[in-house]
RNA sequence: GGGCGCAUAGCUCAGUCUGGUUUAGAGCGUUUGCUUGACAUGCAAAAGGUCAGAGGUUCAAAUCCUCUUGCGCCCACCA
């Protein structure tokens, strides 16, 4: 008893078995024809990543699907790895070596990437060491890393294949710029924020009347913009071809304000005459929109901005101001020339940069692009056979619309830090000159390309002029054209290994919705492009977590519930029962820190549970064989309850699991635990609990639950498990309980329960009446069901002790209820002399109520059997049992009649 | 402009797909009583809900359909 201490401490257990389940290998998994796979790869955090919420769910999640199979008998493996996250790293070694004063083009490109290796190596298994604590039973041995030089191979074979199936081009187009980062983004890296902008009405005079220092309205022509400082490279104005108002200015010139070029008037349909003034300034290198104008119409493209958002040499006098300076400058200028009619607030969604929030400017370049039609085509008829499964289902549609509108995949970066992209040139051929701006055709027809070699190694000469003046291609490719060959690309394709035929196609993919298209989707794409075969067969998406408020967890809201802090307060099972059960199946998880006062009392409560038993069980004599009992029927009816109860709860959980209904499953541990096992059952066998079927029952029934909880929390359950005696060297690997369908007997569960709440009535009344608690009760009771009544004498005995009673009869026929109070559970009068301990309005009041209440249910089942459609439509079954329900009202509506009948006589 | 989610007890949410076994559940909080040898991170009990509103389908609606209101999210090139 001393040894076991009456409150849990994880510091105790956790590092412990964690540690010993690594040791002995129990996470590893090899392929093994005859077992069925069950494989999850990890959504690869990035390197820089810090265990958050977000992630705890996540890998909670797939801890539980994962030590399910396992124990469920499959071949096991959760493939853990870390996502080399170009952008963010780099951002992150950039901020180091600032310390230092250095910037990396001073450091330059192979000296910063050996730095971010060397942080790699340092900090780059963070996140890792914190998935060990949160309990995650990851094949640590098979530790992918996307910048591996296997897993690097994989992502230049892919590029070559879809170069060479002339899925991937090079071209001229307009991208989302991140000033800040320097870099061109895909569509999915720039999502669009609302806010709070301008539109500034801006006065173009024409050509013809630049001489004309009054303008007057019929001068010029207003164009409204949101982003007056491209009116610097404006190269047309655009009107409708119908409307009225511009008609004769179609073909005319204007002057464009302070920089005095002229530029045309152009009428194109897409041109909406209801917005602004219906006129609209062309920027074709600023612009997406007007980028088609320009091409539509061979119109010049003029970039006035630098990469890094400053103006460029096309912005004259403004040339070298940051891109807001020069619109404030700018609209000054129009201001004091008297060329700005108006400026009104206006709301605009505009992209940000998804790393550093900055506003997005769309900018012309050269960039590389994946063509995404042909491969989305198979990947949306995989989702609509159901050959892919989206739980909760509704993603299936967010998925399908994203794919059946998908725009091209913009894949280079202009970063160091990712796999550089196998392009090569031939400065004797041709200069490519990156960034430079054409008008040529787009995409560049890259076979007849002079100059330009695609390569798996580096080639040693130009395979035309033998020059071997060759240098790589500057940029990098999107970090997640490495993720979305994850699952197979760790298992290192096109190699046919072992473990790829064996693991290949995985089983199940667990992630949150935010990455559905820059990852889910992708894999699926590739997935089907390279292996031929989808890479999993069901897409778990679960909620977000948020805070209290319903915000996203970020350190500026710095509204931050760390993890590895509710670990270190309460442990690693305590954070993963409390986050399963409060997480419904696809919905955002509301989190605050009293929420995992749930998980902690769960912990303190199995582990006092344990307690008592294990100071009681006599673990040299414990009979194992249940079947003796079972044969014998020698079970008592409380053993037979609880084990009836324990399998009728594991074919739910069995339920819940398969269907992703992990809070349900949690839940129903939880309330089988709490409220039968320890509330009814351990408190009924509390005198006897050195009965040899009590030691048998209640050991069976705590081991079970511990391997059925074993998935949610892994340490406390196998803490206890090891100090139960067992026979294998961990829970981990114990098999997960079968269903005893023969066991269960759905009757006796009812009618156990049914009393129950007798034990419950009566402490309820002797809390009303503040019975004193030593005063012992004679009870008597009337069942009118015979097999009922055999139960209840048979059973009943066990329970005296939970409500105060000290003896109890069962009677033959109804009793007369004078001097006596009465109450009724079900189809059970009970009844009791309590002459001058009670209050007798009191209880005329109590059982008025009851009748008030019950005079209403009756009224409207007898309404309801009056019913003839109902008669008519109803099922049978249906009928029956709302006449069986209202002669029990009516039965008991009589017995209230008698019990307040006889208390008139106390 | 499209699409989606949510609205149920004071609070946070289950239950809704598959209508009738639930007199609508849980946890937290509140109230009351318990220092009985597993556990006060506990035990026993209580109070608390016209299931957002309106209409419809049905013998029967928290549950299915339509609309309305209020919150939240995602997608989209209206300058």
Redesign the pocket.
């Given at each position: 008893m001393n040894e076991i201490p009456?409150?849990?401490n994880p510091k105790n257990t956790e590092d412990k078995w964690y540690k010993f389940w690594e040791e002995n290998g129990l996470f590893s998994a090899t392929p093994n024809p005859s077992k069925e796979p069950f494989c999850i790869v990890i959504p690869p955090p990035n390197v820089t990543g810090i265990l958050h919420m977000g992630h705890a769910l996540n890998n909670t999640i797939q801890d539980i699907l994962i030590r399910y199979h396992r124990m469920k008998g499959y071949e096991t493996l959760w493939l853990p790895g870390t996502d080399h996250a170009g952008i963010a790293t780099q951002n992150v070694v950039e901020k180091q070596i600032a310390k230092d004063g250095l910037t990396r083009q001073e450091l330059g490109r192979e000296k910063f990437i050996e730095k971010v290796w060397q942080w790699k190596e340092k900090y780059g298994s963070t996140i890792i060491q914190q998935l060990k604590k949160l309990g995650a039973s990851c094949d640590w041995k098979r530790l992918r890393f996307t910048m591996d030089d296997a897993y690097s191979d994989v992502v230049n074979e892919v590029f070559i294949r879809l170069y060479e199936k002339e899925l991937i081009y090079q071209g001229d187009y307009i991208i989302n710029w991140c000033p800040r980062c320097q870099t061109a983004l895909s569509?999915?890296e720039a999502?669009?924020q609302e806010i709070e902008g301008h539109l500034y009405y801006i006065k173009y005079p024409l050509a013809s009347k630049l001489q004309i220092t009054n303008y007057k309205s019929q001068n010029y022509i207003v164009v409204?913009?949101?982003?007056p400082e491209t009116m610097l490279g404006d190269t047309a104005v655009a009107v409708h071809p119908k409307d009225r108002r511009y008609k004769k200015f179609i073909g005319k010139s204007l002057i464009l304000p302070l920089i005095n070029r002229e530029i045309k008037i152009i009428a194109d349909e897409m041109?909406?005459?209801k917005?602004?003034t219906?006129a609209?300034?062309v920027t074709p290198a600023h612009?997406?929109?007007d980028y088609l104008l320009g091409k539509k119409y061979k119109l010049d493209f003029i970039n006035i901005m630098n990469p890094d958002g400053t103006l460029n040499e096309n912005a004259s006098i403004y040339k070298g101001l940051d891109r807001f300076a020069a619109r404030k400058k700018i609209i000054e200028d129009l201001k004091s020339s008297e060329l700005l009619e108006k400026i009104v607030p206006y709301k605009?969604?505009a992209g940000h940069c998804y790393r550093c929030h900055t506003l997005i400017e769309p900018y012309l370049s050269r960039q590389w692009f994946v063509k995404m039609k042909p491969l989305a085509k198979p990947a949306i008829e995989v989702v609509k056979r159901g050959k892919i499964k989206f739980y909760p289902k509704?993603w299936t549609?967010?998925y399908l619309?994203?794919m059946e509108n998908i725009q091209d995949w913009c894949i280079s970066r202009q970063i160091w830090w990712g796999h550089r992209i196998p392009v090569y040139y031939c400065r004797n051929c041709q200069q490519i000159d990156k960034l430079q701006i054409s008008n040529s055709e787009s995409p560049i027809n890259l076979k007849e390309q002079a100059g330009l070699i695609i390569s798996r190694e580096k080639p040693e000469k130009c395979p035309l002029c033998g020059s071997t003046d060759i240098y790589q291609d500057e940029d990098v490719l999107d970090t997640w054209f490495s993720s979305w060959l994850w699952p197979f690309a760790t298992f290192y394709w096109p190699k046919e290994s072992e473990d790829l035929k064996y693991f290949y196609p995985t089983s199940v993919l667990v992630t949150a919705p935010e990455i559905i298209?820059f990852w889910v989707a992708r894999m699926i794409m590739a997935g089907l492009e390279f292996m031929q075969d989808i890479p999993f067969h069901d897409v778990y998406i679960h909620g977000t977590v948020r805070d209290?408020e319903?915000r996203k967890m970020s350190k500026s809201l710095g509204n931050i519930i760390d993890p590895l802090e509710i670990i270190e307060y309460i442990g690693a099972d305590a954070l993963r029962f409390s986050l399963i059960m409060?997480t419904?199946?696809g919905?955002d998880v509301?989190l605050s820190e009293?929420k995992f006062?749930?998980g902690?009392?769960f912990?303190?409560?199995i582990w006092?549970?344990a307690?008592?038993i294990l100071?009681n069980l006599d673990k040299e004599n414990i009979n194992f064989d249940l079947c003796i009992f079972f044969k014998e029927e020698k079970l008592s009816i409380v053993n037979r309850w609880i084990l009836s109860t324990f399998y009728s709860t594991l074919k739910k959980i069995e339920k819940a699991i398969r269907s992703y209904?992990f809070?349900?499953y949690a839940?129903l541990l939880y309330h089988f635990f709490?409220?039968q096992f320890?509330?009814w059952y351990?408190?009924i066998i509390?005198p006897n609990i050195k009965e040899p079927q009590n030691q048998l029952v209640m050991y069976k029934v705590l081991e079970k639950f511990l391997r059925c909880l074993h998935p949610i929390m892994p340490f406390i359950t196998e803490e206890i498990w090891q100090r139960l005696p067992h026979r294998s060297n961990s829970i981990m690997i114990e098999s997960w309980p079968h269903i005893q369908e023969q066991i269960i007997d759905k009757k006796l569960e009812d009618d156990v329960e049914t009393i129950f709440e007798i034990?419950?009535a009566i402490?309820?009344l002797r809390?009303e009446f503040s019975l004193n608690?030593d005063l012992k009760l004679n009870i008597s009771l009337y069942i009118k069901d015979n097999r009922k009544s055999q139960l209840i004498i048979s059973f009943l005995g066990e329970l005296l002790h939970l409500a105060g009673i000290d003896r109890f009869e069962v009677l033959k026929e109804i009793p007369s209820y004078r001097e006596k109070i009465g109450i009724i559970v079900k189809d059970i009068n009970i009844f009791m002399r309590l002459k001058g301990l009670i209050d007798v309005e009191k209880e005329k009041k109590r059982i008025n109520k009851e009748r008030d209440a019950l005079i209403l249910e009756i009224k409207r089942k007898i309404a309801l059997l009056k019913?003839n459609?109902?008669i008519k439509?109803?099922?049978s079954a249906?009928v029956e049992?709302e006449r069986e329900t209202l002669k029990q009202l009516q039965d008991r509506m009589h017995t209230l009649k008698e019990i307040l009948n006889g208390i008139e006589n106390i």
């Amino acid at each position: 008893m001393n040894e076991i201490p009456s409150c849990y401490n994880p510091k105790n257990t956790e590092d412990k078995w964690y540690k010993f389940w690594e040791e002995n290998g129990l996470f590893s998994a090899t392929p093994n024809p005859s077992k069925e796979p069950f494989c999850i790869v990890i959504p690869p955090p990035n390197v820089t990543g810090i265990l958050h919420m977000g992630h705890a769910l996540n890998n909670t999640i797939q801890d539980i699907l994962i030590r399910y199979h396992r124990m469920k008998g499959y071949e096991t493996l959760w493939l853990p790895g870390t996502d080399h996250a170009g952008i963010a790293t780099q951002n992150v070694v950039e901020k180091q070596i600032a310390k230092d004063g250095l910037t990396r083009q001073e450091l330059g490109r192979e000296k910063f990437i050996e730095k971010v290796w060397q942080w790699k190596e340092k900090y780059g298994s963070t996140i890792i060491q914190q998935l060990k604590k949160l309990g995650a039973s990851c094949d640590w041995k098979r530790l992918r890393f996307t910048m591996d030089d296997a897993y690097s191979d994989v992502v230049n074979e892919v590029f070559i294949r879809l170069y060479e199936k002339e899925l991937i081009y090079q071209g001229d187009y307009i991208i989302n710029w991140c000033p800040r980062c320097q870099t061109a983004l895909s569509d999915e890296e720039a999502p669009h924020q609302e806010i709070e902008g301008h539109l500034y009405y801006i006065k173009y005079p024409l050509a013809s009347k630049l001489q004309i220092t009054n303008y007057k309205s019929q001068n010029y022509i207003v164009v409204a913009t949101t982003r007056p400082e491209t009116m610097l490279g404006d190269t047309a104005v655009a009107v409708h071809p119908k409307d009225r108002r511009y008609k004769k200015f179609i073909g005319k010139s204007l002057i464009l304000p302070l920089i005095n070029r002229e530029i045309k008037i152009i009428a194109d349909e897409m041109v909406d005459r209801k917005f602004g003034t219906g006129a609209v300034k062309v920027t074709p290198a600023h612009d997406p929109n007007d980028y088609l104008l320009g091409k539509k119409y061979k119109l010049d493209f003029i970039n006035i901005m630098n990469p890094d958002g400053t103006l460029n040499e096309n912005a004259s006098i403004y040339k070298g101001l940051d891109r807001f300076a020069a619109r404030k400058k700018i609209i000054e200028d129009l201001k004091s020339s008297e060329l700005l009619e108006k400026i009104v607030p206006y709301k605009i969604s505009a992209g940000h940069c998804y790393r550093c929030h900055t506003l997005i400017e769309p900018y012309l370049s050269r960039q590389w692009f994946v063509k995404m039609k042909p491969l989305a085509k198979p990947a949306i008829e995989v989702v609509k056979r159901g050959k892919i499964k989206f739980y909760p289902k509704r993603w299936t549609k967010v998925y399908l619309n994203w794919m059946e509108n998908i725009q091209d995949w913009c894949i280079s970066r202009q970063i160091w830090w990712g796999h550089r992209i196998p392009v090569y040139y031939c400065r004797n051929c041709q200069q490519i000159d990156k960034l430079q701006i054409s008008n040529s055709e787009s995409p560049i027809n890259l076979k007849e390309q002079a100059g330009l070699i695609i390569s798996r190694e580096k080639p040693e000469k130009c395979p035309l002029c033998g020059s071997t003046d060759i240098y790589q291609d500057e940029d990098v490719l999107d970090t997640w054209f490495s993720s979305w060959l994850w699952p197979f690309a760790t298992f290192y394709w096109p190699k046919e290994s072992e473990d790829l035929k064996y693991f290949y196609p995985t089983s199940v993919l667990v992630t949150a919705p935010e990455i559905i298209f820059f990852w889910v989707a992708r894999m699926i794409m590739a997935g089907l492009e390279f292996m031929q075969d989808i890479p999993f067969h069901d897409v778990y998406i679960h909620g977000t977590v948020r805070d209290i408020e319903g915000r996203k967890m970020s350190k500026s809201l710095g509204n931050i519930i760390d993890p590895l802090e509710i670990i270190e307060y309460i442990g690693a099972d305590a954070l993963r029962f409390s986050l399963i059960m409060i997480t419904a199946t696809g919905q955002d998880v509301f989190l605050s820190e009293d929420k995992f006062k749930t998980g902690r009392n769960f912990c303190n409560k199995i582990w006092n549970a344990a307690r008592l038993i294990l100071m009681n069980l006599d673990k040299e004599n414990i009979n194992f064989d249940l079947c003796i009992f079972f044969k014998e029927e020698k079970l008592s009816i409380v053993n037979r309850w609880i084990l009836s109860t324990f399998y009728s709860t594991l074919k739910k959980i069995e339920k819940a699991i398969r269907s992703y209904n992990f809070n349900e499953y949690a839940n129903l541990l939880y309330h089988f635990f709490w409220h039968q096992f320890c509330d009814w059952y351990l408190e009924i066998i509390k005198p006897n609990i050195k009965e040899p079927q009590n030691q048998l029952v209640m050991y069976k029934v705590l081991e079970k639950f511990l391997r059925c909880l074993h998935p949610i929390m892994p340490f406390i359950t196998e803490e206890i498990w090891q100090r139960l005696p067992h026979r294998s060297n961990s829970i981990m690997i114990e098999s997960w309980p079968h269903i005893q369908e023969q066991i269960i007997d759905k009757k006796l569960e009812d009618d156990v329960e049914t009393i129950f709440e007798i034990i419950t009535a009566i402490r309820n009344l002797r809390k009303e009446f503040s019975l004193n608690k030593d005063l012992k009760l004679n009870i008597s009771l009337y069942i009118k069901d015979n097999r009922k009544s055999q139960l209840i004498i048979s059973f009943l005995g066990e329970l005296l002790h939970l409500a105060g009673i000290d003896r109890f009869e069962v009677l033959k026929e109804i009793p007369s209820y004078r001097e006596k109070i009465g109450i009724i559970v079900k189809d059970i009068n009970i009844f009791m002399r309590l002459k001058g301990l009670i209050d007798v309005e009191k209880e005329k009041k109590r059982i008025n109520k009851e009748r008030d209440a019950l005079i209403l249910e009756i009224k409207r089942k007898i309404a309801l059997l009056k019913n003839n459609n109902f008669i008519k439509k109803a099922p049978s079954a249906i009928v029956e049992k709302e006449r069986e329900t209202l002669k029990q009202l009516q039965d008991r509506m009589h017995t209230l009649k008698e019990i307040l009948n006889g208390i008139e006589n106390i």
